[in-house]
């Protein structure tokens, strides 16, 4: 599992969706990348790579970044005040107040924050399939720069789904079912799946994502992944 998901996290500027039969597999897998397994009382055997490298967590954690499903936001702040307190206590000591304030307005700028600086966190907004939409095209922006950014998906739109670049998809035990470009509309992933002989073909308009769980756990793909 580790040299395949590792190449393609390895590919700059590349979206990746992580996806599981079972939706732990793939938050481990993110607790594994954002080396936080530890802190949460678990342990992980082998190496991670990357780059062919092995991953040094003390180096890494300041070229990366993890967000969490369930982040800790005060609702009394704005948007403003909270990435200006964010910024005051990642950045180290010797970054000045002016330079913190510069990185501040970058990630704004970046993340399409602007329109929202002055609004306290989390009144009520958008609806959830209009903010992922949002939360998408500030993905994409991100990956724009160069940056690779990895995401675990649950049961996502059609949208949304074929906003990734590549796919990681696990079954039990964390066994690979799929690993590579889903391809314009999923094309290279229906292809790959349709191809095995007892997978029932995708109906026209059907969402991928829901399709590709569907087969992955019938009968026929039982037989076919165990």
Known sequence: MESGL??????IGRTLGLASILGSF?????????GLVLSRGGYIEGDIKISGYSKKQDTFARISGYCEQNDICSPYVTVYESL????????PHHVDKKSRKMFVEEAMDLVVL????LGLV???????SKGAAIVMRTVRNTVDTGRTYACRIHQPSIDIFEAFDELFLMKRGAQEIY???????????????E?????SKIKDGYNPAT?????????QGNAVWG
């Open 6 to 11: 590792f190449r393609f996290i390895g590919a």
């Open 26 to 34: 793939a938050l481990f897998l993110q607790f594994a990348l954002g």
């Open 84 to 91: 200006v307190y964010s910024a005051w206590l990642r950045l």
């Open 114 to 117: 602007g329109p929202l600086r």
């Open 122 to 128: 989390g009144l009520p907004g958008a609806n959830a």
């Open 179 to 193: 690993i590579g470009a889903l391809g314009l509309h999923s094309y290279q992933l229906i292809k790959y799946f």
């Open 195 to 199: 191809s095995i002989p007892g997978v």
């Open 211 to 219: 399709w590709m769980l569907e087969v992955t756990i019938s009968a």
